[in-house]
């Protein structure tokens, strides 16, 4: 025997039906056809010096080899309060696309409710002769879906894909700042090293102007040097003694500004001593390096992950002037007695769709989309500017990197040659060959190569510590 289906079931399945055929036609977008803008900048770096290392970049731990910056750079990435906060936006934009996403489904609800209550017979229908009271039940158990609103035009869809965007953008934006915090904690680092060297090469010419000092008191009682000579030997000693003084509270404010980055205080075994070997590695790039390579770069994919979520709220827009449907219905069981909830005879319903059109708005819809396009506009020429600074701080670390070996090479024969300078006319000034003036020009010549050789070691790391940031996070 068939039996007929219930007015429940019939009506569930209408309403699944409905919800198929809405899925459908929810394909409907009004949102403009999103293409990647293309890049205002010129389509290659070039003249790129080779540098021989890994051809791999990825990840940080490639490019930083010496492990105390690798530990520094992990102690950083675990405490800085910037990441963490950076790391909780993304959490917080995760949480808005969910709940923008869940408007796009019907919100089922559950009631199971009971009611119990004493009415005059008089009053329950048994007229005014009747007496006494009657008892009165009610149970009831349903499911409701309240104001569901049909996607039909792609209000909620574009709404839940610019959160969405939003999300990436913010993901983006966390990626960046964990870049930038190795990048910041990397160059921390190597300049505390740097100053640190400084301030041995201070130490070693002060004590070296001691000697010489010594020297010349020695000479001047023998009646061979005069009181000038002493006067010179003086103002090396104390030169040297006074960038002692600067430099021990630098290296202080350095290790100060390392623990701010890291957001931790800082072992003294992690600290580097100079700045000889920092470490550091950078693969050979191609003779023209494509601009696509800005690509990669976190605040790029950020800048258009937004460009791309305007582009949906203008589809979110468009979708206004349309009407806007909406469904609201139950379904469940009623009974005056609770054994005869569940029966075929107590099941109930009620499908209410409802339509609403604007009909006058004063112009708040055309606002809201000429608002969106102007929003738009402004996100495209926010991805331009950030595309054009990204290819200019890139070049400008490319064409440091074209010549600072070069430098640094010539800075280290500049260096050897006052070092041997000075030796030879420390020599001569004993034996009497040469006069004191020499000896100073030459000591200072070699006190000066020594701290810009440092500074050329320091501005080759940092370099291409900045590579690695311009790059957006190394060379992929």
Request: proline share 4%; hydrophobic share 45%.
């Amino acid at each position: 025997m068939i039996r007929r289906p219930s007015a429940l079931t019939t009506a569930l399945t209408t309403a699944l039906s409905l919800i198929a055929v809405v899925q459908v036609a929810g394909c409907v977008d009004l949102a403009p056809a999103y293409h990647r803008p293309g890049l205002p900048v010129p389509a290659s770096f070039s003249a790129t010096s080779p540098i021989t290392a890994s051809p791999d970049l990825g990840s940080w731990r490639t490019f930083f080899r010496d492990p105390r910056l690798a530990k520094m750079i992990d102690l950083a990435l675990a405490n800085n309060r910037d990441l963490r906060v950076a790391v909780a936006n993304v959490a917080a934009a995760r949480g808005d696309y969910v709940v923008q996403r869940s408007s796009l489904f019907p919100k089922l609800s559950a009631v199971g409710a009971a009611s119990y209550g004493q009415t005059p017979a008089s009053v329950a229908g048994g007229g005014p002769a009747a007496t006494g009271q009657v008892n009165e039940k009610l149970f009831s158990a349903a499911g409701r879906i309240s104001a569901w609103q049909l996607d039909l035009f792609g209000r909620l869809r574009n709404g839940a894909r610019a959160a969405l965007e939003t999300y990436f953008a913010t993901r983006e934006a966390a990626d960046a700042a964990r870049i930038t915090l190795v990048s910041e904690t990397a160059t921390g680092w190597l300049t505390l090293g740097a100053d640190r060297a400084l301030l041995a090469i201070a130490r070693n010419t002060a004590a070296s102007g001691e000697a010489s000092v010594s020297l010349v008191r020695a000479r001047q009682a023998a009646g061979v040097a005069s009181d000038i000579d002493l006067a010179q030997a003086q103002t090396v000693v104390e030169q040297a003694r006074a960038d002692a003084a600067r430099l021990t509270a630098l290296v202080e404010i350095d290790r100060h500004a390392l623990e701010r980055v890291v957001g931790s205080p800082v072992p003294d075994d992690l600290l580097p001593s100079d700045i000889d070997d920092p470490g550091l590695v950078m693969p050979a790039l191609p003779d023209a390096l494509p601009a696509t390579a800005l690509l990669a770069r976190p605040d790029v994919a950020q800048s258009e992950d937004q460009l791309k979520a305007a582009n949906a709220d203008i589809g979110a827009a468009r979708a206004a002037f349309f009407p806007n449907i909406s469904l609201t219905g139950s379904g469940g069981v009623t009974s005056l007695a609770l054994s005869a909830l569940f029966k075929s005879a107590s099941q109930t319903w009620t499908f209410a769709p409802s339509v609403t059109e604007s009909v006058v708005d004063f112009g708040a819809n055309r606002g809201a989309l000429s608002r969106a396009n102007a929003q738009r506009d402004a996100a495209k020429a926010n991805y331009d500017r950030t595309v054009q600074t990204a290819f200019r701080e890139v070049a400008d670390a490319l064409s440091e990197r074209a010549t600072i070996d070069a430098q640094l090479s010539s800075q280290i024969a500049l260096s050897s040659a006052a070092d041997r300078a000075y030796t030879l006319t420390d020599a001569r000034y004993r034996q009497g060959s040469d006069s004191y003036l020499a000896l100073l020009v030459t000591q200072r010549s070699a006190y000066a190569a020594r701290q810009s050789l440092t500074s050329v070691k320091l501005a080759r790391a940092t370099n291409l510590v900045t590579l690695y940031t311009t790059l957006g996070g190394g060379l992929r």
